[in-house]
């Protein structure tokens, strides 16, 4: 009889269960509550300071609210006002879009171009770098406001330095002509912030680029307009959304020149020192916050717009 061999296949072995897998299961958790034992004061901020106020203000939006007395659910009748009775908020955002319009471009322009000087390599740079930079944050405060009163005022020392020309200047920030101009041209002022990181964008595009295109004969406005704009196009989108959003926020310069009442005649009235004065001079809160969400949803949707329209101009490497 033949013997009839069959192959049999070994059992694979079970891998015995990893000593001390319990141990580091229960140490995971424990160091998961530590971790959330020590973002429990973000978190509490977090719902107390920042999303506990919003939904606040957005009831106090529908409500009549002096602070002094108890909201008044009203529903819609402070939006209402708003854009039907309120002659002085029509003219607040008026004047704030006109600002943002004329002093962003102009702001971003200026950096850019000293960006440019200072990416040519100069001495020192670091030095030009942290001096250049003081504007953005000094521009915001008060004592650079007070200080900006001054220059511009009828007694100023712009009109000491026209005076020596034979020219008699005006009182620029008392002017209703000239007040804003003076807001914007402060504002342009605040270069530093934009102009590093349009430095730093700048420092990114490599110089092989411009050298192929000496070779082939391009001068340095062709150069300017072909390799540096496209390539820069997304630190121009950066800069550009900050500075919308920052600049429909801007308050205490307005506040501080024109002495807290936006005039004169409401020139520097800003959206920002309209919804300040409603709410904690004629005690409207309840207007006040819906001023405030009207502001959110102005900024908002030009950022979404901003957004959307990138993709017609913004280059990311080979896509737009």
Excluded: C
């Excluded at 269960?17 to 034992?37: D, Q, V």
């Excluded at 409500?63 to 939006?79: H, M, P, Q, R, V």
């Excluded at 605040?190 to 082939?216: C, H, K, N, W």
């Excluded at 709410?279 to 949707?301: H, P, Q, S």
């Amino acid at each position: 009889m033949t013997e009839v061999s069959v192959a049999v296949k070994p059992r694979r072995a079970v891998p015995e269960p990893a000593r001390g897998g319990h141990r580091s299961t229960k140490r995971s958790r424990r160091e998961a509550r530590a971790a959330y034992l020590f973002l429990a004061p973000w978190f509490v901020g977090l719902l107390v300071i920042t999303i506990g106020p919003i939904f606040a203000s957005l009831y106090l939006s529908f409500t009549d609210y002096s602070l002094l007395e108890e909201a008044k659910w009203i529903g819609f009748d402070n939006y209402i006002k708003m854009f039907t009775e309120d002659d002085r908020f029509l003219n607040s955002l008026q004047v704030t879009t006109v600002y943002v319009i004329v002093s962003v471009p102009l702001q971003l322009a200026f950096a850019l171009a000293l960006a440019l000087v200072l990416d040519r390599g100069l001495r020192g740079l670091s030095f030009y770098r942290s001096i250049f930079y003081l504007p953005s944050l000094l521009g915001g405060s008060v004592a650079i406001a007070i200080l900006w009163r001054k220059v511009f005022g009828a007694d100023g020392l712009v009109n000491a330095v026209l005076a020596m020309f034979g020219i008699e200047g005006p009182g620029w920030v008392g002017h209703p002509d000239y007040a804003l101009g003076t807001l914007i041209l402060l504002h342009v002022w605040t270069f530093g912030a934009p102009m590093i990181i349009f430095l730093a964008g700048l420092r990114q595009i490599p110089s092989s680029y411009y050298e192929a295109a000496s070779v082939d004969g391009a001068g340095k406005w062709r150069q300017f307009k072909s390799i540096t704009i496209p390539l820069l196009t997304p630190i121009i989108f950066f800069n550009l959304v900050l500075e919308l959003i920052k600049s429909f926020q801007s308050f205490t310069q307005a506040f501080i020149v024109s002495g807290g009442k936006g005039g004169p005649a409401d020139s520097t009235l800003f959206y920002t020192l309209y919804l300040y004065l409603e709410g904690f001079k004629n005690y409207d809160m309840g207007y006040a916050a819906a001023m405030a969400w009207v502001l959110l949803l102005i900024i908002a949707g030009l950022t979404g717009v901003n957004f959307l329209a990138s993709k017609y101009w913004v280059f990311y490497g080979d896509t737009k």
